[in-house]
């Protein structure tokens, strides 16, 4: 069971836009950043957004983070079929004293 | 460039300790406030969060491991070491290798990550 909670899956066609969430609660999101990785199928996670909204610079526009309270969203606009992966939210939990991962969302284009 | 890669067994036998080493290039593990970590992922499964240490040997282990968990550096052979005592079949994982930066508030997130190494706990 994942401290911090994102939905099983989410899917659009290509062009629109998703959204994930990551439900936490006042020990992690609320009181500490939150940061996103891109899981691509068989491959290495990569950091896509830090800090709740900062992107790395080789990661296009088209990905965006925001965190309101004890939760985070990132959204992708612009879908294309190799934005098809594994999404997680990540953050530290102070109350656990260890950083935490959440259950990871699959994105899939339709 | 940073990279990271890992090394040790592909397979261990339960009970037995697993040794994992993450050598790395393109920084320096004694500059101020990085830090070097170890991420795992059961097959199909998420990632979950192990361990890491600081540029001053500042440790930080997750909770739920850390009866079996011990991590080391050696900052002259730019490596860290990764102990996993009392292997069991649920540890079947690929093991990552994870870069954290410096950080003005000492906020957590991993840039850079190894390719993994897959490492099955079987008899």
């Known amino acids: 069971q994942s401290v911090l909670t994102q939905p099983p899956s989410v899917s659009a066609a290509p062009g629109q836009k998703v959204t994930i969430s990551c439900s936490g609660s006042s020990s992690n999101i609320g009181i500490n950043y939150v940061s996103w990785y891109r899981q691509l199928p068989g491959t290495t996670p990569k950091l896509l957004i830090y800090d709740n909204n900062k992107r790395p610079s080789e990661i296009p526009d088209r990905f965006s983070g925001s965190k309101s309270g004890t939760s985070a969203t990132l959204g992708i606009t612009g879908l294309q079929t190799g934005d098809e992966a594994d999404y997680y939210c990540?953050?530290?939990?102070?109350?656990?004293?260890?950083?935490?991962f959440g259950s990871g969302t699959r994105v899939t284009v339709l | 460039q940073i990279t990271l890669k890992e090394s040790g067994p592909t397979l261990v036998k339960p009970t037995q300790t697993l040794t994992l080493t993450c050598t790395f290039s393109g920084f320096s593990l004694s500059t101020y406030g990085v830090g070097v970590g170890w991420v795992r992922q059961p097959p199909g499964k998420a990632l979950e969060w192990l361990a890491l240490?600081?540029?001053?040997?500042?440790?930080r282990i997750s909770p739920s491991l850390k009866s079996r968990l011990t991590i080391t550096k050696d900052t002259s052979k730019d490596q860290v070491v990764l102990t996993m005592t009392n292997m069991d079949p649920v540890d079947t994982a690929t093991y990552f290798c994870?870069?954290?930066?410096?950080?003005?508030?000492?906020?957590?997130?991993?840039?850079?990550w190894g390719q993994g190494t897959l490492v099955t706990v079987s008899s």
């Open positions: 994870v870069h954290k930066p410096w950080h003005q508030q000492g906020e957590y997130y991993f840039d850079f």
């Open positions: 240490i600081y540029w001053d040997d500042d440790k």
């Open positions: 990540g953050t530290w939990d102070s109350s656990l004293t260890a950083y935490v």
